[in-house]
């Protein structure tokens, strides 16, 4: 089994208008969903994410994040096993949010060094 990181995308302005109680309904689905990862045996972590934080070049510290002008901000992610990466993609099509379209799944290879 390979492992794949699963960068959860979602709008930065659905993000930052929701309320405390919406976003630990939002957690607990994603929970349900790591249970269900853990019992298959896909599942190895997974964390939310705020959309503050810093974006770091050689030159410069860009403070002011969600990053690269975007629409859609990484909100978390999961570190899961799969046997590919079409497994992995079918994997995070499985997710509650994903399924209703409120959020995408950036599906990634873990390069082993």
């Not at 993000?15 to 939002?26: G, V, W």
């Not at 599942?43 to 859609?72: C, H, N």
Request: aromatic share 8%.
């Amino acid at each position: 089994m390979e492992k794949f990181l699963l960068l959860i995308r979602e709008e930065v302005e659905r993000l930052e208008k929701m309320s405390n109680e919406e976003i630990d309904r939002c957690i607990r689905t994603m929970n349900g969903w790591a249970e269900t990862l853990a019992a298959s045996g896909n599942f190895i972590s997974s964390e939310p994410l705020r959309t503050a934080g810093r974006y770091v070049g050689r030159d410069m510290v860009v403070s002011d994040g969600p990053f690269i002008e975007a629409k859609e901000a990484v909100s978390g992610y999961y570190l899961i096993r799969a046997e590919n990466l079409e497994g992995a993609a079918a994997i995070a099509q499985t997710c509650p949010f994903v399924r209703t379209g409120r959020m995408a799944i950036e599906v990634r290879p873990i390069m082993e060094c």
